[in-house]
């Protein structure tokens, strides 16, 4: 698991477009290696303090008030996300399980591309494994799950796939099980 920072969401001035979810897959290229890339799933997004003293606090503003306002304010918060990693790739072949080297302080995270979802999502056991094992939400399944449809042109094949995959590792879990598939079925 890493967590990453995002002190400034744009310097210029104009809100982010970023599109960053739980349950998007994200990668961290290595500084001391640009071939190794690990990849990783957004479980939590959180809006924090740079420091102890000062907790963030809603003051009754709107965000363009408070900039105009207190633009201080933006300066004194940070973005923190959580991310479990579960593959890397490594001299062009992915390996769909935890990175073998670690990742620095460094590193910078970015969004994995459409291609590098559609790879790792044709055999979702490591993150099936991964949520299990640190007991994530199952809507962060079902996000990733919804997307891989989606960049698939909407692949009825690939949803009974991933429908038998899941009953097969959430048996003793049938609640967890309905979740994932009530929100499924939601959103397809």
Known sequence: MLIAQCYKESLSGKPS????????????????????????????????SLDNIHRPSALGMTSKELEHLQPQVFDLLRKEVEIYLFAYKEEGKVYNYPPSKPMMIHDFVSKATNDEVLQLTEDISSLINLVKRNQLK???????????????RNDYNYL????????????????????ILKRLSKST
Do not use: C, H
């Not at 199952?138 to 698939?152: G, T």
């Not at 991933?162 to 309905?178: K, N, R, T, V, Y």
């Open 160 to 179: 009974v796939k991933m429908g038998q995959e899941l009953s097969l590792a959430f048996a003793d879990e049938f609640d967890f099980l309905i979740q």
């Open 138 to 152: 199952p809507d962060i399944l079902s996000n990733l799950i919804n997307l891989a449809y989606i960049l698939r």
């Open 17 to 48: 477009k970023s599109t960053v979810s739980q349950g998007s897959i994200v990668k961290v290229i290595s500084s001391y290696d640009d071939s190794y890339v690990a990849f990783g799933l957004i479980a939590k997004i959180n809006n924090s």
